[in-house]
T-cell receptor
């Protein structure tokens, strides 16, 4: 099992450009999450999905959109990138809704917006 | 709302020293509590968890006990190694579908 993979690993964008980050998991997990990690801020939840075809807003959803067309994939889109979106982005997945459930994380995507 | 507060770092220790990283929480109900670890250049991975009061989670020599009376879940290890250098996140399961993470504590272990 590859677990959770993220593409790309690193990207540089200019302000106003768009891009899509791809997250894939091969564990048949229902739940998937997108976080951003910034110095001194910990992890903040952007959007999440509780199953194929569903999405929901997290703590910091503005400027991002997501789609979950297939159970194994969760896409994060930036329509018009801003320097404030410079961050490290992590995708995670978990099997089901359960307060005991562990989240499995991908290796991260480092995004720099100039 | 629910929240997690953990000690700010960085924490610097010598190899074989005793480690404590403090974590306290605010929550309604009975959340599960977690410690995640992030090694340099990697994503987070679960270190240990506890699902009810007085439970002790343990893994790789690390331990943490779910203390409801003090709303705490402090991480401890008796003898740290250089390979334990990482960022440690305390977290709790929120109502609904999410986990709330603390801001992280960076740990440096000197040989």
């Amino acid at each position: 099992n590859a677990g959770v993979t993220q593409t790309p690993k690193f990207r540089v964008l200019k302000t106003g450009q768009s891009m899509t980050l791809l997250c894939a998991q091969d564990m048949n997990h229902e739940y998937m999450y997108w976080y951003r990690q910034d110095p001194g801020m910990g992890l903040r939840l952007i959007h999440y999905s509780v199953g194929e075809g569903t999405t929901a807003k997290g703590e910091v959803p503005d400027g991002y959109n997501v789609s979950r067309l297939k159970k194994q994939n969760f896409l994060l889109g930036l329509e018009s990138a801003a320097p404030s979106q410079t961050s490290v982005y992590f995708c995670a997945s978990s099997y089901a809704r359960d307060t005991q459930e562990t989240q499995y994380f991908g290796p991260g995507t480092r995004l720099l917006v100039l | 709302g629910n929240s997690v507060t953990q000690m700010e770092g960085p924490v610097t220790l010598s190899e074989e020293a005793f480690l404590t990283i403090n974590c306290t929480y605010t929550a309604t109900g009975y959340p599960s509590l977690f410690w995640y670890v992030q090694y340099p250049g990697e994503g987070l991975q679960l270190l240990l968890k506890a699902t009810k009061a007085d439970d002790k989670g343990s893994n790789k020599g690390f331990e943490a006990t779910y203390r409801k009376e003090t709303t705490s879940f402090h991480l401890e290890k008796g003898s740290v190694q250089v390979s334990d250098s990482a960022v440690y996140f305390c977290a709790l399961s929120d109502t609904g579908d999410k986990i709330i993470f603390g801001k992280g504590t960076r740990l440096h272990i000197l040989p």
